[in-house]
């Protein structure tokens, strides 16, 4: 299984970007996983920052504070993909974002502290003030 991000760059603050998790491998689905958006800034620690939960009956989501009001995850299930819609983007928000997949009952328990068992190789946004 492989999980593959695109859609980074370099954008002016109050700009916008779209994240593409894109799941390959073996007839992987999203179904019936949590789907989860992180980054990680250098010096800082990992953060997660964005969730959905995948199944036919749930789409339920979750967003940390700091990015709250700004960025939307959401799921296309033909497409097999998980995009972050990051509006009015901060330089607080450069980081090296990566998308990460986990059982959606870990997911129900321990959200982002849960042990993510996919995980992509990241993408990169940096926001210039």
């Known amino acids: 299984v492989q999980l593959v991000e695109s859609g980074g760059g370099l954008v002016q603050s109050g700009g916008s970007l779209r994240l593409s998790c894109v799941a390959s491998g073996s007839g992987f689905t999203f179904a019936d996983y949590a789907v989860a958006w992180f980054r990680q800034a250098p010096g800082k620690e990992r953060e997660g920052i964005a969730a959905i939960s995948i199944s036919a009956y749930d789409r339920s989501t979750k967003y940390a504070d700091s990015v709250k009001e700004r960025f939307t995850i959401s799921a296309d299930d033909a497409k097999n993909t998980v995009y972050l819609q990051m509006n009015d983007l901060k330089p607080e928000d450069t980081a090296a974002y990566y998308c990460?997949?986990?059982?959606?009952?870990?997911?129900?328990?321990?959200?982002?502290?849960?042990?993510?068992?996919?995980w992509g190789r990241g993408t990169q946004v940096t926001v210039s003030s």
């Open positions: 990460a997949a986990t059982g959606r009952g870990s997911w129900y328990f321990q959200a982002f502290q849960a042990t993510f068992r996919f």
